[in-house]
């Protein structure tokens, strides 16, 4: 089951929009038999604590992450460490990855990432490293890279 935001002014806070989106879900999932329940539930990240609310509210539904926008290369890196530590299980990443400068590359650091062995910072260098190594001109300069401009990250 995939569940966006919605995409029209709804007059609320963002923590409160968040609050609804899992409340609708989860209401939604009730009047579902097990038998007709979906595995997988696919969402846009509202932060740590909404999404930690869906994983500990039914342990038998895989939840996952919509990737969003292409954002920074930081912002790629942030969302998939930060989702993985609320308990997502599945990152849907297919326009940051289709719109990097290397798909290969950004696949290849996202594991490292996952496991905690390095930074999303770290993965911002080395990526960057690697597009060197290629010789192909990155979209945004390291600095700018660094940078996070999701709002979803920024609110946390």
Same mark, same amino acid.
């Given at each position: 089951m $995939? +569940? !966006?935001?919605?995409? @029209?002014? +709804?007059? /609320?806070?963002?923590?409160?929009? @968040?609050? /609804?989106?899992?409340?609708?879900?989860? *209401?939604?999932? @009730?009047? +579902?038999?097990? %038998?007709? *329940?979906? +595995? !997988?539930?696919?969402? %846009?990240?509202?932060?740590?604590?909404?999404?930690?609310?869906?994983? $500990?509210?039914?342990?038998?539904?895989?939840?996952? &992450? &919509?990737?969003?926008? %292409?954002?920074?290369? *930081?912002?790629? !890196?942030? &969302?998939? =460490? *930060?989702?993985? =530590? %609320?308990?997502a299980r599945v990152a849907l990443f297919g326009r940051k990855i289709q719109r990097a400068e290397s798909q290969t590359d950004i696949v290849r650091l996202m594991r490292p990432v996952i496991e905690g062995k390095i930074s999303p910072t770290q993965a911002v260098k080395d990526y960057h490293a690697a597009l060197a190594k290629l010789k192909i001109t990155p979209l945004r300069s390291l600095d700018s890279d660094l940078q996070i401009t999701d709002p979803a990250l920024l609110g946390e």
């Open positions: $995939e +569940v !966006f935001n919605p995409n @029209a002014p +709804v007059g /609320m806070k963002k923590s409160d929009e @968040a609050s /609804m989106v899992n409340d609708h879900i989860i *209401r939604t999932l @009730a009047g +579902v038999t097990e %038998a007709e *329940r979906p +595995v !997988f539930l696919k969402i %846009a990240y509202n932060g740590g604590k909404h999404l930690r609310e869906l994983v $500990e509210h039914d342990s038998s539904t895989i939840v996952g &992450l &919509l990737g969003g926008s %292409a954002g920074t290369t *930081r912002d790629t !890196f942030e &969302l998939l =460490q *930060r989702g993985e =530590q %609320a308990g």
